[in-house]
């Protein structure tokens, strides 16, 4: 046993400690990289120089033996040893006996120990985990932990059964050796060697063994196996571990690779190049795992909550109820039964007064004239107004009402007439120009409603942008309107037969009021017929309206109060209204004041605006007295501002017979219509409420009262109780409406029978809205009728008054903490607001910056404010919103007088100006940005995050292999709103059906290359064409129903036409791009491999193209003679078609759909009728297309949705 290497017994040579440690780290070194194999091997060779004798010579008669590689056996023949690895030969110079047995000792220490075979054994180059592909993590382990990484640390039963060892073994030789014979024992899993001996098998399996341990790299920067003095002392002392061979390591020197299957093959490559290619073969990618964590969100900072924050500590609310209404005897059973009454039974009594801009009176409605006018315009409208012998409108169609602010008489009118008509009123607002803010949202809402009359007057119309050829031109985004002017001489006296149906009130919609939300899109809220009739009803008894009372109205009588008071319940209550016009209050503020006086009013309805604006011009007016008024209702009262004008009038007023408690605010949303009011003490309201709250706990949606010594308080004052019949509730803002605590702000919520019912069209945020059913903390719903969502942040105070902070519209969440776009805009104000900020005109919005709400301020500047006044201002403003908000801003511009987008009447149009601000359009004179003083959550160092977002959960599941959830749309058949489209299943029906309805609508318009119009086809000329079509193909064509047919066109309007033809005549269209007339041997071949696997009968196209089919050139390519009937559409004679052909079932073949791609695979999709009309119908909901769209398509129409826009989609 006692084999020499170099004349020395190995036992008798242990290494010392840090001889071991020193030759882990240049195996660390190797393993990474960082020294090439020929400096590791001259390193570890001085290493072991001392301890190990140069080796004085080699028994020739072991060269037929396996060898054993001395990668890690250092030598002073190892220079040698490389190169004989390098001729891919074996070398058994250096097998030893001694080795051998040392090894047979090492494995019979771990028989008397018991230790398990892997479980797992297979070729570890063939066979390999994900994490075999991961960079190695470097931490360190502990050396008795024995954790290996590399191939050498193995562990077996005893040697004696090698019947299960050597097939192992041999497998391992088979992927780690580099030696091309066969190994000297031949081996089958789980059977025993053939033809050898056990000491044999035992040499020759040991020698394997530890050419394989010649090769391992410790794991954790554990030391190696001490081979020098054969593994026996070393062995001993390690902890034994079953460890699963891994891949080989990146410093491994061998000329084994891997084919793109995993099985090796042989090389005759150098150390450095094998290095490179293991590199490459295993990039450092980062593990599975991380491919989940979201790099975009772990770059913010992360707010984390104030820990000392003010929370809401008081119980749960409960649900207000409201007074019962009252039972009113003799009460109509609907608006138009009063109208009907007082028409008839008081027609001289007055109904509304209009004024001019001078403030003299023009013109009294009386109900007599109000009922009789609007009789005519209903019969008019239903009797006079005809499309092709057929009447124009149908009960239940929608109507815009255009009339200015100047012209309340024939709104009145028309808004009675349309209701008597049973059609549907639309009031909007009067398009000066082209280019109106949110005109554009207007008419998408039109559209959305199918709108295709306008009401209007003469002088309205007079003043509305004309075309050239003298018609009211079509407005940006708006449908194609009929515009119908509605004074006396146009309408037409009814019939003695003719009667309008008055009936009862019930839950058909009444009309329809616009609303522009928060981002700048219109939505219509529809109101019923028992709505409108509960909501007169509720504020009769609220307000203790009373009959041939006077009512001032400064509001816009289109929608919200103005309407409800100054048309609706005053016509329930035959009350005279005194409208004044807004022209009138920009050029004398006191005129409401002075009608007041001058009419022995009893009620005005204002906003806070109209007070603030004529306590400026009271000087001028000494003799007015306001002692007539009973209710000065304030429309917009939940203002934070409205308690200071309130105030201010009320100082000024009083000493002209103004008392305190005629002041009534009120809360009102377009959804829930009006939601509380004070009441006067006559008609049972409690003393009007103050509330000075903390600022910065309104932040955090909690109450906590303050003083008013305190710069950052908000003083609200109460709007008063909630109407008669409702039940209100406060819910949480975000998320399942919780209800709020008593302490807590959240968002009012209202079940009454006199709110909105819907938004038009709008299915998804009507439920979310309209049908909300608020819980308990527990999750009991607490009423099993739905609440409608008001928008009002607001809280229930004592004597059951409700107070109103902000609205959902201007809430701003900016580091967790919300804040209200009014109150900022109050805060500016302060700061010297006569002197410098013209007229008052400031806007407040959000925009998003880094996932966080940022607060710009915009206002408008005065004409002679100089630079220095200007950012004089705007730092004073910056310091006052920080030290009262305790908020910073994000950007404040300042813009010329009168240049920010209006609203009707005046006011800002807050979306408009943010849009224009995120274009670029603002064009600011002025502008301070501030967003070191706002944006807190800059991102941080990069480092790992545990946390894992959607986005990496799907680039993580995409990695692993995992299928995607899938995701269903709407259901289409749900979705549709117009009985008249559902009629249609076919597109041959739908296109008869718009060329009987709409046939001058344009439905194509095409451009050249110049971007002048070459083409268009209405949906009459569309339809007139392809009848021509479907004659040519059933005369000239011989086509029986079901041919195939194909289409070679340019895109254009002829190949919408032969599509619609193919499909009147019962043909099946194929559409095909038309070759290139200059590469024809590219491009026709694929025209004649379409007609070919479509089995086109016949070919439809153009002159041009049919000769370039025929021509010399194309039967170079194809062979012409092979070609169906081709027949040209350029001269089609015009002949109409008898009988169109109608599928006798859905699911019949429409049309097919081929597509090549980019490998030049030829696909044919066949697609039926039902397919198609599915098809659209989704993409009309999905892309929200309305007859009024425009749609710019700039797709080849031979396949897709290329096709399904160009021929479809109409």
Same mark, same amino acid.
């Given at each position: 046993?006692?084999?020499?290497?170099?004349?020395?017994?190995?036992?008798?040579?242990?290494?010392?400690?840090?001889?071991?440690?020193?030759?882990?780290?240049?195996?660390?070194?190797?393993?990474?990289?960082?020294?090439?194999?020929?400096?590791?091997?001259?390193?570890?060779?001085?290493?072991?120089?001392?301890?190990?004798?140069?080796?004085?010579?080699?028994?020739?008669?072991?060269?037929?033996?396996?060898?054993?590689?001395?990668?890690?056996?250092?030598?002073?023949?190892?220079?040698?040893?490389?190169?004989?690895?390098?001729?891919?030969?074996?070398?058994?110079?250096?097998?030893?006996?001694?080795?051998?047995?040392?090894?047979?000792?090492?494995?019979?220490?771990?028989?008397?120990?018991?230790?398990?075979?892997?479980?797992?054994?297979?070729?570890?180059?063939?066979?390999?985990?994900?994490?075999?592909?991961?960079?190695?993590?470097?931490?360190?382990?502990?050396?008795?932990?024995?954790?290996?990484?590399?191939?050498?640390?193995?562990?077996?039963?005893?040697?004696?059964?090698?019947?299960?060892?050597?097939?192992?073994?041999?497998?391992?030789?088979?992927?780690?050796?580099?030696?091309?014979?066969?190994?000297?024992?031949?081996?089958?899993?789980?059977?025993?060697?053939?033809?050898?001996?056990?000491?044999?098998?035992?040499?020759?399996?040991?020698?394997?063994?530890?050419?394989?341990?010649?090769?391992?790299?410790?794991?954790?920067?554990?030391?190696?196996?001490?081979?020098?003095?054969?593994?026996?002392?070393?062995?001993?002392?390690?902890?034994?571990?079953?460890?699963?061979?891994?891949?080989?390591?990146?410093? +491994?020197?061998?000329?084994?690779?891997?084919?793109?299957?995993?099985?090796?093959?042989?090389?005759?490559?150098?150390?450095?190049?094998?290095?490179?290619?293991?590199?490459?073969?295993?990039?450092?990618?980062?593990?599975?795992?991380?491919?989940?964590?979201?790099?975009?969100?772990?770059?913010?900072?992360?707010?984390?909550?104030?820990?000392?924050?003010?929370?809401?500590?008081?119980?749960?609310?409960?649900?207000?109820?409201?007074?019962?209404?009252?039972?009113?005897?003799?009460?109509?059973?609907?608006?138009?039964?009063?109208?009907?009454?007082?028409?008839?039974?008081?027609?001289?009594?007055?109904?509304?007064?209009?004024?001019?801009?001078?403030?003299?009176?023009? +013109?009294?409605?009386?109900?007599?004239?109000?009922?009789?006018?609007?009789?005519?315009?209903?019969?008019?409208?239903?009797?006079?107004?005809?499309?092709?012998?057929?009447?124009?409108?149908?009960?239940?169609?929608?109507?815009?009402?255009?009339?200015?602010?100047?012209?309340?008489?024939?709104?009145?009118?028309?808004?009675?007439?349309?209701?008597?008509?049973? %059609?549907?009123? #639309?009031?909007?607002? #009067?398009?000066?120009?082209?280019?109106?803010?949110?005109?554009?949202?207007?008419?998408?809402? %039109? @559209?959305?409603?199918?709108?295709?009359?306008?009401?209007?007057?003469?002088?309205?119309?007079?003043?509305?942008?004309?075309?050239?050829?003298?018609?009211?031109?079509?407005?940006?985004?708006?449908?194609?309107?009929?515009?119908?002017?509605?004074?006396?001489?146009?309408?037409?006296?009814?019939?003695?037969?003719?009667?309008?149906?008055?009936?009862?009130?019930?839950?058909?919609?009444?009309?329809?009021?616009?609303?522009?939300?928060?981002?700048?899109?219109?939505?219509?809220?529809?109101?019923?017929?028992?709505?409108? %009739?509960?909501?007169?009803?509720?504020?009769?008894?609220?307000?203790?309206?009373?009959?041939?009372?006077?009512?001032?109205?400064?509001?816009?009588?289109?929608?919200?109060?103005?309407?409800?008071?100054?048309?609706?319940?005053?016509?329930?209550?035959?009350?005279?209204?005194?409208?004044?016009?807004?022209?009138?209050?920009?050029?004398?503020?006191?005129?409401?004041?002075?009608?007041? =006086?001058?009419?022995?009013?009893?009620?005005?309805?204002?906003?806070?605006?109209?007070?603030?604006?004529?306590?400026?011009?009271?000087?001028?007016?000494?003799?007015?007295?306001?002692?007539?008024?009973?209710?000065?209702?304030?429309?917009?009262?939940?203002?934070?501002?409205?308690?200071?004008?309130?105030?201010?009038?009320?100082?000024?007023?009083?000493?002209?017979?103004?008392?305190?408690?005629?002041?009534?605010? =009120?809360?009102?949303?377009?959804?829930?219509?009006?939601?509380?009011?004070?009441?006067?003490?006559?008609?049972?309201?409690?003393?009007?409420?103050?509330?000075?709250?903390?600022?910065?706990?309104?932040?955090? &949606?909690?109450?906590?009262?303050?003083?008013?010594?305190?710069?950052?308080?908000?003083?609200?004052?109460?709007?008063?109780?909630?109407?008669?019949?409702?039940?209100? =509730?406060?819910?949480?803002?975000?998320?399942?409406?919780?209800?709020?605590?008593?302490?807590?702000?959240?968002?009012?919520?209202?079940?009454?029978?006199?709110?909105?019912?819907?938004?038009?069209?709008?299915?998804?945020?009507?439920?979310?809205?309209?049908?909300?059913?608020?819980?308990?903390?527990?999750?009991?719903? /607490?009423?099993?009728?739905?609440?409608?969502?008001?928008?009002?942040?607001?809280?229930?105070?004592?004597?059951?008054?409700?107070?109103?902070? @902000?609205?959902?519209?201007?809430?701003?969440?900016?580091?967790?903490?919300?804040?209200?776009?009014?109150?900022?805009?109050?805060?500016?104000?302060?700061?010297?607001?006569?002197?410098?900020?013209?007229?008052?005109?400031?806007?407040?919005?959000?925009?998003?910056?880094?996932?966080?709400?940022?607060?710009?301020?915009?206002?408008?500047?005065?004409?002679?404010? &100089?630079?220095?006044?200007?950012?004089?201002?705007?730092?004073?403003?910056?310091?006052?919103?920080?030290?009262?908000?305790?908020?910073?801003?994000?950007?404040?511009?300042?813009?010329?007088?009168?240049?920010?987008?209006?609203?009707?009447?005046?006011?800002?149009?807050?979306?408009?100006?943010?849009?224009?601000?995120?274009?670029?359009?603002?064009?600011?004179?002025? /502008?301070?940005?501030?967003?070191?003083?706002?944006?807190?959550?800059?991102?941080?160092?990069?480092?790992?995050?545990?946390?894992?977002?959607?986005? &990496?959960?799907?680039?993580?599941?995409?990695?692993?292999?995992?299928?995607?959830?899938?995701?269903?749309?709407?259901?289409?058949?749900?979705?549709?709103?117009?009985?008249?489209?559902?009629?249609?299943?076919?597109?041959?029906?739908?296109?008869?059906?718009?060329?009987?309805?709409?046939?001058?609508?344009?439905?194509?318009?095409?451009?050249?290359?110049?971007?002048?119009?070459?083409?268009?086809?209405?949906?009459?000329?569309?339809?007139?064409?392809?009848?021509?079509?479907? #004659?040519?193909?059933?005369?000239?064509?011989?086509?029986?129903?079901?041919?195939?047919?194909?289409?070679?066109?340019?895109?254009?309007?002829?190949?919408?036409?032969?599509?619609?033809? =193919?499909?009147?005549?019962?043909?099946?269209?194929?559409?095909?791009?038309?070759?290139?007339?200059?590469?024809?041997?590219?491009?026709?071949?694929?025209?004649?491999?379409?007609?070919?696997?479509?089995? &086109?009968?016949?070919?439809?196209?153009?002159?041009?193209?049919?000769?370039?089919?025929?021509?010399?050139?194309?039967?170079?390519?194809?062979?012409?003679?092979?070609?169906?009937?081709?027949?040209?559409?350029?001269?089609?004679?015009?002949?109409?078609?008898?009988?169109?052909?109608?599928?006798?079932?859905?699911?019949?073949?429409?049309?097919?759909?081929?597509?090549?791609?980019?490998?030049?695979?030829?696909?044919?999709?066949?697609?039926?009728?039902?397919?198609?009309?599915?098809?659209?119908?989704?993409?009309?909901?999905?892309?929200?297309?309305?007859?009024?769209?425009?749609?710019?398509?700039?797709?080849?129409? +031979?396949?897709?949705?290329?096709?399904?826009?160009?021929?479809?989609?109409?």
């Amino acid at each position: 046993m006692a084999a020499e290497r170099g004349g020395c017994s190995l036992d008798a040579v242990p290494l010392p400690p840090e001889v071991r440690e020193s030759l882990a780290e240049l195996e660390l070194e190797l393993s990474e990289g960082d020294i090439t194999q020929k400096g590791y091997e001259k390193k570890r060779a001085k290493l072991l120089a001392r301890y190990i004798p140069l080796i004085q010579g080699v028994d020739p008669s072991l060269q037929a033996e396996n060898r054993v590689p001395g990668s890690s056996q250092a030598t002073a023949a190892v220079s040698k040893q490389q190169k004989s690895r390098s001729t891919n030969s074996r070398d058994e110079r250096f097998r030893s006996d001694v080795h051998t047995e040392a090894v047979q000792a090492a494995l019979a220490k771990y028989k008397e120990r018991k230790m398990p075979m892997p479980s797992k054994r297979r070729s570890v180059l063939v066979h390999s985990s994900v994490e075999t592909y991961t960079p190695p993590d470097t931490s360190s382990a502990s050396e008795d932990e024995g954790s290996l990484r590399r191939q050498g640390r193995i562990t077996s039963t005893p040697f004696q059964s090698h019947s299960n060892v050597e097939p192992w073994l041999n497998r391992v030789i088979q992927g780690s050796s580099t030696s091309s014979s066969a190994s000297s024992t031949s081996s089958h899993p789980g059977g025993k060697p053939a033809a050898a001996s056990n000491t044999a098998t035992a040499t020759a399996a040991a020698t394997v063994l530890a050419d394989l341990m010649a090769h391992t790299q410790l794991d954790n920067h554990s030391a190696p196996p001490d081979v020098t003095t054969g593994l026996v002392e070393h062995l001993h002392h390690e902890r034994p571990q079953v460890a699963s061979v891994r891949g080989v390591p990146r410093g +491994y020197n061998s000329s084994i690779l891997e084919t793109a299957d995993g099985v090796p093959v042989n090389s005759r490559v150098s150390s450095k190049i094998q290095q490179l290619l293991n590199t490459l073969k295993r990039p450092k990618r980062p593990p599975l795992k991380e491919f989940f964590v979201d790099d975009f969100e772990e770059l913010l900072e992360v707010q984390q909550p104030d820990p000392n924050q003010p929370k809401p500590e008081g119980n749960q609310m409960n649900v207000l109820k409201g007074e019962p209404l009252g039972v009113v005897t003799n009460w109509p059973p609907s608006l138009l039964a009063a109208l009907q009454r007082w028409g008839t039974t008081q027609p001289k009594a007055p109904c509304l007064t209009a004024l001019d801009t001078t403030g003299k009176a023009i +013109y009294t409605l009386t109900y007599g004239k109000l009922w009789s006018r609007s009789l005519k315009l209903a019969y008019t409208l239903l009797n006079k107004l005809t499309a092709k012998n057929e009447p124009l409108l149908k009960p239940g169609d929608r109507v815009a009402l255009v009339f200015p602010n100047s012209d309340p008489v024939m709104f009145m009118v028309a808004f009675y007439g349309c209701l008597l008509a049973e %059609l549907i009123p #639309v009031p909007i607002e #009067v398009p000066l120009t082209r280019k109106d803010a949110g005109s554009q949202q207007i008419g998408f809402l %039109l @559209g959305s409603c199918g709108v295709t009359l306008a009401l209007t007057t003469d002088a309205c119309q007079k003043g509305l942008p004309k075309a050239q050829t003298g018609e009211v031109v079509t407005f940006k985004g708006w449908p194609r309107l009929i515009w119908f002017v509605i004074d006396g001489k146009h309408l037409a006296k009814p019939t003695k037969d003719w009667h309008p149906q008055v009936r009862d009130a019930s839950a058909e919609i009444a009309y329809i009021e616009y609303k522009t939300s928060k981002e700048g899109s219109t939505v219509g809220i529809t109101i019923s017929h028992a709505s409108m %009739l509960a909501h007169c009803h509720a504020l009769t008894q609220a307000c203790g309206y009373s009959e041939a009372e006077t009512l001032t109205n400064v509001l816009d009588f289109k929608r919200d109060a103005g309407l409800w008071h100054g048309v609706l319940t005053s016509v329930m209550n035959r009350m005279h209204v005194i409208s004044i016009p807004y022209a009138l209050m920009k050029v004398n503020p006191l005129s409401w004041i002075q009608k007041v =006086c001058s009419y022995k009013a009893r009620v005005a309805v204002v906003k806070s605006r109209d007070m603030h604006w004529s306590l400026l011009a009271q000087r001028d007016q000494r003799d007015v007295s306001l002692s007539s008024l009973r209710m000065l209702i304030v429309a917009d009262g939940a203002n934070p501002w409205s308690i200071s004008s309130c105030d201010a009038f009320l100082n000024v007023f009083q000493s002209r017979g103004l008392r305190p408690e005629v002041i009534c605010p =009120c809360a009102s949303s377009s959804e829930a219509l009006t939601v509380a009011i004070r009441r006067p003490p006559e008609l049972g309201g409690p003393p009007p409420g103050k509330a000075v709250l903390s600022m910065n706990c309104l932040s955090f &949606s909690v109450i906590r009262v303050d003083t008013e010594e305190k710069l950052s308080v908000l003083t609200v004052q109460d709007v008063g109780q909630i109407m008669p019949g409702a039940n209100v =509730c406060v819910v949480k803002v975000d998320g399942t409406p919780y209800l709020c605590k008593a302490d807590e702000v959240g968002e009012i919520c209202v079940n009454s029978g006199a709110t909105g019912m819907a938004y038009f069209g709008l299915l998804g945020i009507t439920k979310n809205v309209f049908e909300a059913i608020p819980v308990t903390a527990a999750g009991v719903p /607490v009423s099993d009728q739905p609440f409608t969502r008001t928008g009002l942040l607001g809280f229930v105070g004592p004597d059951y008054l409700v107070f109103v902070v @902000g609205k959902l519209d201007g809430l701003m969440t900016v580091s967790g903490r919300r804040h209200n776009a009014d109150d900022v805009v109050a805060t500016a104000l302060a700061v010297e607001p006569m002197k410098f900020v013209y007229r008052g005109r400031i806007a407040v919005f959000s925009v998003t910056v880094l996932h966080d709400d940022r607060i710009v301020l915009v206002a408008e500047q005065r004409p002679d404010a &100089s630079e220095e006044d200007s950012f004089q201002w705007m730092s004073r403003v910056l310091q006052a919103i920080d030290s009262i908000h305790q908020v910073g801003v994000y950007c404040l511009a300042l813009v010329p007088a009168n240049t920010l987008p209006k609203a009707p009447l005046g006011g800002i149009h807050i979306s408009e100006t943010k849009q224009r601000f995120l274009e670029g359009a603002l064009h600011p004179c002025n /502008v301070l940005m501030c967003p070191h003083t706002c944006v807190t959550n800059l991102p941080k160092p990069r480092q790992k995050q545990p946390d894992v977002g959607p986005a &990496s959960m799907i680039v993580g599941n995409l990695v692993a292999g995992k299928r995607i959830a899938q995701a269903s749309g709407r259901d289409v058949t749900q979705l549709e709103d117009n009985d008249q489209a559902r009629k249609f299943l076919y597109l041959a029906d739908v296109l008869q059906w718009r060329a009987q309805t709409t046939p001058d609508h344009p439905l194509f318009l095409l451009l050249n290359s110049k971007g002048t119009v070459a083409s268009t086809a209405s949906c009459i000329q569309l339809h007139k064409r392809a009848e021509r079509v479907a #004659v040519a193909l059933l005369e000239k064509g011989r086509l029986n129903v079901g041919d195939h047919v194909a289409l070679v066109y340019p895109p254009g309007v002829d190949l919408i036409a032969t599509f619609y033809g =193919c499909l009147y005549a019962g043909c099946i269209p194929i559409t095909v791009r038309p070759p290139h007339p200059q590469n024809l041997a590219t491009t026709l071949p694929t025209v004649k491999m379409i007609v070919e696997v479509s089995k &086109s009968a016949c070919i439809l196209t153009t002159q041009a193209i049919m000769k370039l089919l025929k021509s010399k050139e194309a039967a170079t390519a194809v062979d012409i003679k092979t070609w169906p009937t081709i027949l040209d559409t350029d001269d089609m004679p015009k002949k109409k078609l008898a009988n169109i052909f109608r599928p006798p079932s859905p699911d019949m073949l429409a049309y097919l759909d081929f597509s090549v791609s980019t490998t030049g695979i030829l696909a044919g999709v066949k697609m039926s009728h039902a397919a198609t009309s599915a098809l659209c119908r989704s993409i009309k909901l999905q892309c929200e297309l309305y007859p009024s769209r425009q749609i710019a398509i700039c797709l080849d129409p +031979y396949c897709g949705l290329g096709f399904a826009l160009w021929c479809l989609c109409r």
